[in-house]
């Protein structure tokens, strides 16, 4: 899951790679980092198909601080699992 863990840009190996998190934390946040997690994890999930994103949760703290987490399943060997990660 290092394209959940990585922050957009900051790879200087793969530097198109990660989660590019938005500026601000207004209305269209939680829709911005769903938005911005589902195209880092594309090439898992749509092209090359070996796991599924079954839920994505973004929960705002306070200081400009959120905890997202992605529950999904490893279609490889069909188990289901979750990463976690502080932002800000």
């Not at 900051?10 to 790679?17: G, I």
């Not at 594309?42 to 601080?65: A, D, F, H, P």
Request: aromatic share 4%; charged share 15%; no cysteine.
């Amino acid at each position: 899951m290092l394209a959940l863990i990585t922050v957009f840009a900051s790879s200087t190996a793969v530097p198109k790679m990660g989660v590019q998190m938005p500026t601000k934390m207004g209305r269209t946040y939680e829709a911005q980092v769903r938005n911005s997690i589902n195209v880092a994890l594309n090439q898992l999930v749509n092209i090359e198909k070996v796991m599924r994103v079954n839920s994505i949760t973004v929960i705002k703290g306070s200081g400009g601080r959120s905890l997202v987490t992605v529950s999904y399943t490893d279609l490889t060997t069909n188990t289901d699992d979750s990463v976690s990660r502080n932002f800000g």
